[in-house]
């Protein structure tokens, strides 16, 4: 009876502490993941497709780190993946209304 007692102390605080890593830390993480990720997509769609630079250059333009980010073009729009694809967003360009972040 007391091994289960032990194992069930364990899982209870595991879940605990998952919990409060959650709260505290990860919710976060992941809502600055999808901010970013739409954001990225917008700005490399537009200097792409509507100003004509090329990605090197429209990568450039972030004044933040975004070696995390992976940018990939299409023909008509730009998808921006972190976390091992687990956040994405994409942005396609319209010709005569530029680009705009749609649901992927």
């Known amino acids: 009876m007391t091994?289960?007692?032990?194992?069930?102390?364990?899982?209870?605080?595991?879940?605990?502490?998952?919990?409060?890593?959650?709260?505290?830390w990860l919710k976060d993480?992941?809502?600055f993941a999808?901010?970013?990720t739409a954001?990225?997509?917008k700005m490399v769609c537009s200097c792409r497709f509507v100003a004509g630079r090329d990605m090197?250059?429209?990568e450039g333009d972030f004044t933040?780190?975004?070696s995390?980010?992976?940018?990939?073009?299409?023909?008509?729009r730009i998808e921006v993946s972190v976390l091992g694809g687990l956040v994405s967003s994409r942005a396609v360009h319209e010709p005569g209304l530029g680009c705009a972040v749609v649901p992927s």
């Open 68 to 76: 995390r980010f992976v940018f990939e073009e299409g023909e008509d």
């Open 29 to 31: 993480q992941l809502a």
């Open 3 to 24: 091994f289960v007692k032990i194992i069930l102390g364990i899982f209870i605080m595991v879940g605990l502490v998952g919990g409060l890593v959650w709260q505290f």
């Open 39 to 41: 954001y990225g997509a």
């Open 64 to 66: 933040v780190d975004t």
């Open 34 to 36: 999808r901010l970013g």
């Open 56 to 58: 090197a250059s429209c």
